[in-house]
């Protein structure tokens, strides 16, 4: 009696298998799973602020749990336990096997968790992810095969549409009998035994590439038509997150995982239009939609060549220069998704021509190096003191023949400043400079020559006279009191 009693009041326990991202980003993922959407700010929340479980996810194989509330945030309905797993090591295959029992794998969910700061690694890391849980599924016993077996079809075939209650009700014929709905190319051909899904954490870093990095929508659609080429094989679910902005994570998960609230239906749309908040459910997606996205993508190319390299082990990912050369000769052959993906999608560090085609030819960059503040001041003061110096150079040079020279020298840069001295003399304009300039000239031929008998001392007098007249005027021509008749400035 009191085991049944036990079992009635025992909660449904679901798993997820948390793959990926940082001991940072798995928080931030555990964070808006559990963020209440309709009313962040509900008092129930706030009581319940105290025994908030704390996440263990330093070292190896991490661990915690969160209760789902129903609408009313008072019962129940599901405790999640979460296992969360940064490095798809084979060493940690082993602490992966204890979890997928006959029991468990039709209550797990996986969820690999990618990161917008680097997409370009997105598919050796997901390609990574993919051969460690082949390897650990492999090695599982025969009853958990049968029940992965069985998973799958449950998936593939009455799951369709991802609610269960409106796929029975669209799964029946007007006679009552079951409707199979035919699998299309690419869908489903490599099941993992194990629903998937792949989140894609912030988002909000879409428009930083598009702005530092030269983004264009080319690159966007091409990382999206790859990625559901990709899960739809598994038949698994894509989402794009923005951290503190309300998304749909909570509600795909909980309805992969099969919890369900008692007062409130949750629903989700599809979304594949805003970039930034893309949602891709499983049982969706198909070839016709994808091609859509963007003409001339190689969607059998693509399928062909992931359904091969991911029959390999792991292989450890490497954040050096030739992470990407590791699949040259394969993608010559076109057998490597990995390969065809980089080639595409570089990480703009390492390939500064890629928002500018010829940078290379013209010498242009994306990227600049930048120095030490201290460094870049240092190199700027070396400067200013240089100018300085040919500032002062050039200063004395200016000055020095400035000294040797007198204003008064310059006779023409003088007479350019006053003008010409004229003097009024009986209604006549005389020009002063003019008159005494033509008595020196004259005194200079006469006095070139030798003096002839014909010259008499009354000529000599009277031209020196005249001279000593007008160079008086010259030197004071503001005499006040001159009789009426006399030169006047």
């Known amino acids: 009696m009191l085991d049944s009693v036990a079992n009635g009041k025992r909660l449904p326990e679901k798993n997820l ?5 940082t001991p940072e980003t798995q928080r931030e993922f555990l964070d808006t799973l559990s963020a209440d959407a309709s009313d962040p700010s509900l008092s129930s929340n706030d009581r319940r602020k105290g025994r908030v479980p704390p996440v263990a996810n330093q070292f190896a194989l991490g661990y915690t749990y969160q209760d789902v509330l129903d609408a009313d945030h008072e019962d129940i309905l599901a405790r999640v336990s979460a296992y969360l797993l940064s490095e798809p090591s084979l060493s940690f295959a082993p602490l992966l096997k204890p979890l997928l029992t006959a029991q468990s794998v039709p209550e797990t969910l996986v969820v690999i968790l990618l990161d917008w700061s680097d997409p370009w690694t997105w598919v050796r890391r997901l390609r990574e992810w993919v051969r460690l849980l082949r390897h650990v599924l492999i090695s599982l016993d025969d009853e958990t095969k049968i029940v992965m077996e069985e998973n799958m079809t ?5 799951k369709r549409g991802m609610d269960v209650s409106s796929a029975g009700a669209q799964g029946l014929t007007s006679s009552g009998g079951p409707v199979t709905i035919p699998v299309g190319p690419g ?3 490599e099941g993992l035994g194990i629903p998937m899904c792949v989140v894609c954490q912030g988002a909000d870093k879409i428009e930083k590439l598009e702005k530092d990095h030269g983004w264009h929508e080319e690159e966007f659609d091409f990382i999206l038509q790859f990625m559901r080429t990709l899960l739809l094989k598994h038949g698994a679910s894509l989402i794009y997150t923005t951290p503190f902005l309300a998304n749909s994570l909570q509600s795909l998960l909980h309805s992969s995982l099969g919890i369900h609230s008692l007062l409130k239906r949750q629903s989700f749309k599809h979304n594949v239009i805003d970039r930034d908040k893309i949602l891709v459910p499983s049982n969706w997606d198909s070839w016709g939609k994808i091609r859509i996205i963007r003409e001339g993508f190689d969607m059998d190319g693509v399928s062909t060549a992931w359904s091969i390299e991911i029959q390999d082990p792991p292989e450890p990912i490497t954040n050096g220069a030739s992470a990407g050369d ?9 057998t490597s998704a990995v390969a065809i993906f980089e080639q595409t999608i570089k990480d703009p560090k390492r390939d500064t021509s890629m928002a500018h085609p010829g940078g290379q030819a013209n010498g242009t960059k994306i990227e600049v190096d930048t120095s030490d503040m201290q460094t870049f001041l240092t190199k700027q003061l070396e400067v200013l003191e240089q100018l300085k110096l040919e500032d002062e150079k050039d200063r004395t040079a200016k000055q020095v023949p400035q000294l040797e020279m007198s204003p008064l020298d310059d ?3 003088v007479n350019e400043h006053i003008g010409p001295v004229q003097f009024n003399m009986g ?3 005389v020009d002063a400079d003019d008159m005494l300039r033509k008595l020196k000239e004259r005194e200079a031929s006469r006095s070139q020559k030798k003096e002839t008998p014909s010259a008499t001392g009354d000529e000599k007098a009277h031209n020196q006279a005249l001279a000593n007249f007008f160079a008086g005027l010259v030197k004071k021509p503001g005499t006040t009191g001159s009789p009426r008749g006399s030169p006047s400035a």
């Open 17 to 21: 298998l948390i793959l990926g991202g």
């Open 154 to 158: 449950e998936w593939r075939d009455r």
């Open 187 to 189: 869908e489903w051909d």
């Open 326 to 334: 590791l699949d040259d000769e394969a993608a010559d052959d076109g």
């Open 411 to 413: 006779n023409g840069r």
């Open 427 to 429: 209604g006549i304009q």
